[in-house]
C-alpha cells in the first residue's frame, strides 16, 4: 500500500514569509495529489491540488508543485497571514475505479506568527 | 445544497454503552470513510465502504462496525464505549474515480 511522510510536522513562521511542506509518497501509480487544510475545529477541506500531468499548479497565495520522479509534492504559502495557521494534510491518490482507500500524512502544523 | 452530514455533533456517554453515530451525503457519491482523530492530529481510517453492501475495516476498525445499506447513509456503531474512544470521528466520502473527499462537520464523542 501506499506509504506517505510529510514534513516538518510543525512549522512557525512570520508573518509575510513564504512556507513550504513536503510530501513524499511510494506509490508509483499516484496521479492525484491534493492538500487539505484543517483550521482548529473545523473539518478538513481541500485547498489545492494537482494531476500528474501538471507540475505545477497556483491559485493566488498557494501553489504546489509535483516532482514524480522523485514521488514528492510539495504546498507552497507565500506572504502568510494568520489565518493560514493551520494543520494541512497531504494525500497521494492512484485514482482510476480502484478502491484503494486514500492514505493521509500525518499532518503538519502551521503557526504563523504575527 | 450538496453536503455531507454527522449527527449528533457532540454526545457524552458513560463507559459500556452502545452509540451509533450517524453519517448522510446528498453527493451521489459511492465511496464513504469514518475517520478518528483526536484535535489536531493524525487522520486514523476506521472503516470504508465503495458503494452499497460493501464495507472494509481500516487500521483502527476494532470495537466498532459500519453498514451501507443506502449510497447516501453509512452509520457506525461502537458496541461498547470506553475512555479510549473518547475522540472526534469524521465522516468523508468521495467519487467512485476521485480522490477528492468531502468531510463532515464530525462528531465529538467523550466517554466518561
Known amino acids: 500500500g501506499e506509504n506517505v511522510e510529510q514534513h516538518p510536522s510543525t512549522l512557525s513562521v512570520q508573518e509575510g514569509d513564504s512556507a513550504v511542506i513536503k510530501c513524499t509518497y511510494s506509490d508509483s501509480a499516484s496521479n492525484y495529489f491534493p492538500w487539505y487544510k484543517q483550521e482548529l475545529g473545523k473539518r478538513p477541506q481541500l485547498i489545492i491540488d494537482?494531476?500528474?500531468?501538471?507540475g505545477e499548479k497556483k491559485d493566488q497565495r498557494i501553489a504546489v508543485t509535483l516532482n514524480k520522479t522523485a514521488k514528492h509534492f510539495s504546498l507552497h504559502i507565500t506572504e502568510t497571514q494568520p489565518e493560514d495557521s493551520a494543520v494541512y494534510f497531504c494525500?497521494?491518490?492512484?485514482?482510476?475505479?480502484?478502491?484503494?482507500?486514500?492514505?493521509f500524512g500525518k499532518g503538519t502544523r502551521l503557526s504563523v506568527i504575527a | 445544497e450538496a453536503d455531507i452530514y454527522q449527527t449528533p455533533r457532540y454526545l457524552v456517554i458513560g463507559t459500556g454503552k452502545k452509540i451509533t453515530l450517524e453519517c448522510s451525503q446528498t453527493?451521489?457519491?459511492?465511496?464513504m470513510y469514518w475517520y478518528q482523530q483526536d484535535p489536531g492530529m493524525e487522520l486514523h481510517l476506521i472503516h470504508y465502504s465503495y458503494g452499497v453492501n460493501s464495507t472494509e475495516k481500516g487500521d483502527l476498525s476494532s470495537e466498532s462496525t459500519v453498514s451501507r445499506i443506502r449510497t447516501e447513509h453509512f452509520p457506525l456503531t461502537l458496541e461498547s464505549a470506553r475512555p479510549s474512544h473518547t475522540s472526534q470521528y469524521l465522516c468523508?466520502?468521495?467519487?467512485?474515480?476521485?480522490?477528492?473527499?468531502?468531510f463532515g462537520p464530525g462528531t465529538r464523542l467523550t466517554v466518561t
Open positions: 494537482i494531476r500528474s500531468n501538471v
Open positions: 453527493m451521489g457519491h459511492d465511496k
Open positions: 494525500a497521494p491518490y492512484p485514482g482510476g475505479w480502484g478502491n484503494t482507500p486514500l492514505v
Open positions: 468523508a466520502s468521495s467519487e467512485s474515480r476521485g480522490g477528492k473527499q468531502y
